[in-house]
C-alpha cells in the first residue's frame, strides 16, 4: 500500500533552495561591476553549499547520500524507454535523468565557483573569465533542463515534485521513508551560511 513517506530530510531540502537563490542571484548580478561584491558573495554561497551537499552525500539520510544516486547507463535507458512507453517507472529517491542532471549541476557549480574565485583574485589570464562565463552559461542552460524535467516528470508520475523538495514527502510504501528529518543539521546548515556570508561581508 502506497503512503505519504519523508523523502527529503531538511538539510537537503534548504540546500536546495539556498542553492537555487544563490545561483540565479549570482548569475543576474554578475553585470554590472556595481554589483560585483554581492555577485562574489552569492558566488561563494554556491561553493560553502555544494561543501556541505558533499559532505551530506556521504553521512546523509537515505535518499541524500551519492549511493542512492541512480547513474548506472542501464538504468537511465530503462527509465528512459519506460517514460516513452507510457509506465514510467517510480523511483522514491531522484530518477536516473535527475540523478545525471544533479551530478553535472553539483560539478557545474564547483567549477563555476572555483574559476569564479580565480577570476576574482586574478589568479590567471584572460581565459581563466572566459572559462567562468562559460561554465556559468552551460550551468543556467543545465538547471533550465532540470526545471523542465522536474514538470515533465511531476506529470508522468502524477506527483509533485517541487512541493516534495519543500515539504519532504512523496509517495511510497511504508518503510521506505526516511526516520528523521534532521531539523537541528538543517538550522546548522542556515545558520553557517549566514554567518559565513556575514563574516565575508
Ligand atoms: C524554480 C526552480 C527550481 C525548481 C522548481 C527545482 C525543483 C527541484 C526538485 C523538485 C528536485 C528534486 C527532484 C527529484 O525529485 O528527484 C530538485 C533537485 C535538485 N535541484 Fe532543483 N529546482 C529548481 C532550481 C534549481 C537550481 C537553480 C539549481 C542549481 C543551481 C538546482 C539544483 C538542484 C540540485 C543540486 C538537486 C538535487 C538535490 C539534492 O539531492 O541535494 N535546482 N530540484
Known amino acids: 500500500m502506497k503512503t505519504r513517506i ?13 542553492l537555487a537563490t544563490s545561483f540565479v542571484g549570482a548569475f543576474i548580478t554578475a553585470e554590472p561591476e556595481y554589483f560585483r561584491d554581492l555577485h562574489v558573495l552569492l558566488g561563494y554561497s554556491v561553493l ?8 551530506w552525500g ?3 539520510t537515505r535518499y541524500a547520500r551519492f549511493t542512492a544516486l541512480a547513474l548506472g547507463p542501464t538504468r537511465l535507458k530503462r527509465y528512459l524507454r519506460s517514460l516513452v512507453t507510457g509506465a514510467p517507472e517510480h523511483y522514491v529517491g531522484h530518477n536516473p535523468a535527475g540523478s545525471w542532471v544533479i551530478v553535472g549541476l553539483l560539478l557545474l557549480g564547483l567549477l563555476a565557483g572555483a574559476t569564479g574565485y580565480a577570476t576574482y583574485e586574478e589568479l590567471g589570464g584572460e581565459w581563466i573569465e572566459d572559462v567562468h562565463e562559460g561554465v556559468s ?37 511504508p518503510g521506505e521513508g ?16 549566514g554567518v559565513g556570508l556575514w563574516s565575508i561581508l
Do not use: C, Q
Not at 48 to 55: E, M, N, S, V
Open 6 to 18: 519523508l523523502v527529503w530530510d531538511l538539510p537537503t531540502r534548504l540546500f536546495h533552495w539556498l
Open 48 to 55: 560553502g553549499l555544494i561543501g556541505f551537499r558533499l559532505l
Open 58 to 60: 556521504i553521512v546523509g
Open 137 to 173: 552559461n552551460t550551468m543556467l542552460a543545465l538547471v533550465v533542463v532540470h526545471v523542465l524535467g522536474v514538470l515533465v516528470s511531476s506529470v508522468l508520475h502524477r506527483e509533485n515534485l517541487v512541493r516534495a523538495m519543500v515539504d519532504g514527502y512523496k509517495t511510497g510504501g
Open 178 to 193: 526516511i526516520g528523521s528529518t534532521h531539523w537541528l543539521i538543517g538550522v546548522g546548515v542556515l545558520l553557517a551560511a
